[in-house]
């Protein structure tokens, strides 16, 4: 909450659903990233920069095993994938007897 400058964290069912069962499979101790709106440094998008005098509302939390945190999702916010930089629909090509290559 320091960071955030929120005068607390509220914690949905699903996401105290989400800390017990982390909790038992040994992830606790991961870093923690935040998703939330990039609009504000809080989870409500027309609260803008970085206001005060509000709770930051934690909704789910994630496991990102490979990357070592945790992803705690806030407000309405939606994760995408990380994207390669060549997407693999550029490798993909059909010649000229219709046989498709490129394919995984």
């Known amino acids: 909450t320091k960071i955030y ?4 964290v509220v914690f949905t069912d699903n996401a105290m659903k989400d800390i017990e069962k982390l909790v038992e499979q040994g992830f606790d101790n991961m870093p923690i990233c935040m998703a939330k709106t ?8 027309t609260k ?7 709770k930051v509302t934690v ?23 990380g ?12 010649d000229a007897d219709g046989n498709i290559s490129g394919l995984f």
């Open 38 to 45: 990039q609009s504000s440094i809080s989870d409500d998008p």
């Open 59 to 81: 909704r789910e939390i994630n496991v990102s095993a490979g990357a070592g945190f945790l992803v705690a999702l806030t407000g309405a916010v939606m994760t995408m994938p």
């Open 83 to 94: 994207l390669p930089k060549v997407p693999s629909a550029e490798e993909i090509d059909v």
């Open 48 to 54: 803008k920069g970085r206001p005060t005098g509000f």
């Open 5 to 8: 400058g929120a005068d607390g």
